[in-house]
């Protein structure tokens, strides 16, 4: 009976294949948005969360709020360095996007001032040269490490080291420059120019430190370091709490996480809506098929076919036209996927649990929005439906 119900619900689909790709179509679009958005929200954030990991557990991350109390300054970092044995190393920063020159050719780049520490902070490699050392703080000097895609940008190749830079003004000795990354990365240093912290602050106008890194003395002490970062600027900042903030990377995952799953429900219920009103016009077609084909469920009925019977192949034929839809939309949604990654890079994830819920929804919104329409043809009295002309 279940097969022979399969059939005949394919032979009413294809009978009518325009009507029943409309039927399909609000099916179709709903699984598209519930699995493109959650895929694009999860590849994102899945992306971001390696680059985060990455960085290793033991950064730690301080922002001075609040310059009523003053900012840090760089004796400060030192003696937070010598205070607390939880803390490696500290290293202020101070970034800006400016604009590199050399010859004719320019790319607007991302400038940090920072200190030697810096590089056991962040782990960099270089490809040639050397990093920062303590002379170049300490006097200022305009020298600069620079990414593999400035270099490229500026000088088409990488033996770049002793060559000049100009960048707001000032002209900088390349002393360095960072291995290639190959990606878009928190880490990268592709697109950086790293100078000395101090030549930093005469080229921005800038005095003192509002934002500094510094890593644990190992992973297991992050949580004590953080601790102790908090007491150091708590003796700072006059015991004011909002005066500034250390943020660890475990902190900043939780937050992606709970960003995402916030994220993923919004998305998924504005995408849910979509998914309903394609039920509803599941219910509509099969309520105008149902009206069609009365005369057809009286005979039926007249030479012995069973309410359930009736009810079970109008069920079925919801069922097949809102999964088929979800097939459709999900095949659909890999391709469109595909095509945002390939044209505007963006990461996607496209899990079993998406494509499950997809299809789950899609069979939930059969049965649902089916049960109406087959009741109605199963309660018919075969005496009225065939004096249906």
Same mark, same amino acid.
């Given at each position: 009976?279940?097969?022979?119900? /399969?059939?005949? =619900?394919?032979?009413?689909?294809?009978?009518?294949?325009?009507?029943?790709?409309?039927?399909?179509?609000?099916?179709? $679009?709903?699984?598209?948005?519930?699995?493109?958005?959650?895929?694009?929200?999860?590849?994102?954030?899945?992306?971001?969360?390696?680059?985060?990991?990455?960085?290793? *557990?033991?950064?730690?991350?301080?922002?001075?709020?609040?310059?009523?109390?003053?900012?840090?300054?760089?004796?400060?970092?030192?003696?937070?360095?010598?205070?607390?044995?939880?803390?490696?190393?500290?290293?202020?920063?101070?970034?800006?996007?400016?604009?590199?020159?050399?010859?004719?050719?320019?790319?607007?780049?991302? $400038?940090?001032?920072?200190?030697?520490?810096?590089?056991?902070?962040?782990?960099?490699?270089?490809?040639?040269?050397? @990093?920062?050392?303590?002379?170049? $703080?300490?006097?200022?000097?305009?020298? =600069?490490?620079?990414? @593999?895609?400035?270099?490229?940008?500026? /000088?088409?190749?990488?033996?770049?080291?002793?060559?000049?830079?100009?960048?707001?003004?000032?002209?900088?000795?390349?002393?360095?420059?960072?291995?290639?990354?190959?990606?878009?990365?928190?880490?990268?240093?592709?697109?950086?120019?790293? $100078?000395?912290?101090?030549?930093?602050?005469?080229?921005?106008?800038?005095?003192?430190?509002?934002? /500094? @890194?510094?890593?644990?003395?190992?992973?297991?002490?992050?949580?004590? =370091?953080?601790?102790?970062?908090?007491?150091?600027?708590?003796?700072?900042?006059?015991?004011? +709490?909002?005066? /500034?903030?250390?943020?660890?990377?475990?902190?900043?995952?939780?937050?992606?996480? *709970?960003?995402?799953?916030?994220?993923?429900?919004?998305?998924?219920?504005?995408?849910?809506?979509?998914?309903?009103?394609?039920?509803?016009?599941?219910?509509?077609?099969?309520?105008?098929?149902?009206? +069609?084909?009365?005369?057809?469920?009286?005979?039926?009925?007249?030479?012995?076919?069973?309410?359930?019977?009736?009810?079970?192949?109008?069920?079925? +034929?919801?069922?097949?036209?809102?999964?088929?839809?979800?097939?459709?939309?999900?095949?659909?949604?890999?391709?469109?996927?595909?095509?945002?990654? @390939?044209? =505007?890079?963006?990461?996607?994830?496209?899990?079993?649990?998406?494509?499950?819920?997809?299809?789950?929804?899609?069979?939930?919104?059969?049965?649902?929005?089916?049960?109406? %329409?087959?009741?109605?043809?199963?309660?018919?009295? %075969?005496?009225?439906?065939?004096?249906?002309?």
């Amino acid at each position: 009976m279940t097969v022979q119900s /399969f059939k005949m =619900a394919f032979s009413s689909i294809t009978s009518n294949k325009l009507r029943s790709f409309l039927t399909m179509l609000g099916i179709i $679009i709903g699984v598209m948005s519930v699995v493109v958005l959650i895929s694009i929200v999860n590849g994102t954030t899945s992306s971001v969360t390696s680059q985060i990991e990455d960085m290793g *557990s033991n950064l730690l991350t301080v922002n001075v709020r609040d310059t009523r109390y003053g900012s840090i300054s760089m004796s400060d970092l030192t003696e937070i360095e010598d205070e607390y044995d939880t803390i490696a190393h500290t290293a202020p920063v101070l970034t800006s996007t400016q604009t590199a020159k050399a010859g004719t050719n320019t790319y607007s780049a991302t $400038i940090t001032g920072t200190t030697p520490s810096m590089q056991s902070i962040k782990e960099t490699e270089l490809a040639s040269g050397r @990093y920062l050392k303590t002379p170049d $703080i300490e006097s200022g000097t305009a020298v =600069a490490v620079i990414g @593999y895609t400035v270099a490229d940008e500026l /000088f088409s190749r990488q033996d770049v080291v002793g060559e000049k830079v100009n960048i707001g003004g000032r002209t900088f000795k390349i002393i360095g420059v960072f291995t290639e990354s190959g990606e878009t990365s928190l880490l990268s240093c592709d697109t950086s120019i790293v $100078i000395p912290y101090t030549t930093a602050q005469h080229l921005l106008l800038e005095t003192g430190v509002t934002t /500094f @890194y510094a890593s644990a003395a190992s992973a297991g002490e992050a949580d004590a =370091a953080e601790e102790d970062l908090n007491a150091a600027m708590l003796e700072r900042m006059r015991n004011d +709490e909002d005066a /500034f903030s250390v943020s660890n990377q475990s902190a900043i995952l939780e937050t992606m996480e *709970s960003v995402t799953e916030s994220m993923s429900l919004m998305l998924g219920g504005i995408a849910g809506i979509s998914l309903l009103v394609g039920g509803i016009g599941i219910m509509n077609i099969m309520l105008v098929s149902v009206a +069609e084909r009365t005369r057809e469920i009286g005979i039926r009925k007249a030479i012995g076919a069973s309410r359930k019977r009736i009810l079970l192949q109008f069920l079925i +034929e919801a069922l097949v036209v809102s999964v088929l839809g979800g097939v459709i939309g999900l095949l659909l949604s890999v391709g469109l996927l595909e095509l945002i990654q @390939y044209a =505007a890079d963006i990461a996607y994830t496209l899990s079993g649990n998406v494509v499950l819920l997809a299809l789950g929804f899609s069979l939930l919104v059969g049965v649902v929005f089916g049960i109406y %329409p087959a009741n109605k043809a199963a309660g018919l009295k %075969p005496i009225d439906a065939l004096r249906t002309e």
